[in-house]
């Protein structure tokens, strides 16, 4: 029998005093209440309430106008340029991602700490200095303007432009996933794969990339997300021209700001939809990361 275990008047002098473990790491209930009312009043006023009141103003009309609102030319233009520009993105940023992460998680070289921090760049950038960093290099007074108007190219004020400020934005997110876990990881997979005999590509193909999977599909969600939602470096570069240059954040802002409330807020609950539907994604993934390692944990 322990010292803990034998009753106070036993224990033997000197002895410390057995520690309730509960008052030792626990708090009173009234704390506990008190902090999540507090989350939970927060959420509620800054995020399902500001939801909730999106959807309400989009509907409050009737069906028949919600529908008018998101079906007319500019409100078309601007839902094809965001899911084109995101579907453009996304993928190139996945290239990139992936082979960034490969290349400082699993080999040594001269520049890697260069590259992390070049990865980390939009993150300290604000959006609209990188699409005035756009305007200064591709337009028509920047330092390639003349050559692309000579050759009858148009970067800003046109989808490649606006292709190129998103994919600024996004690239940090899959390479920013997939870095740490590669690391924690670690070569060892793939230096058994190589005495076995494979090749670069059977070990990236066998080996990286299962190992990785959930975290860049994590990563593509995230991208995604943000690709779609991006306001300020695609409002600098686009020029705001009506069923041409808009995404959906710009014409939300231009109908709102027109007083036009009713379109504003059927287009906003449409980005906002499909903001749920990628948190629906996100939910999914993660349930299948925490049910893997636990497979893997027993």
Partial sequence: MTTAAL??????AGAAAPVDSRRATGEAPWVRRLVIGS?????????FVPL???FHQAFRKGLQVYLAAISEPDALSAIKLTLLAAAISVPLNLVFGVAAAWAIAKFDFRGKNVLLTLIDLPFSVSPVIAGLIYVLVFGLQGWFGEWLRDHDLKVIFAVPGIVL???FVTFPFIARELIPLMQAQGIEQEEAARVLGANGWQIFRRVTLPNVKWALLYGVILCNA?????FGAVSVVSGHIRGLTNTMPLHIEIAYNEYQFAAAFAVASLLAGLALVTLAVKFVVEQRVKHEDGNETA
């Fill in 7 to 12: 009753p106070a008047a036993l224990a033997p």
């Fill in 39 to 47: 989350g939970l009043l927060f959420m509620t006023l800054f995020l």
């Fill in 52 to 54: 909730a009141t999106v």
């Fill in 165 to 167: 400020a998103t994919m």
């Fill in 226 to 230: 943000r690709a779609m939602g991006e």
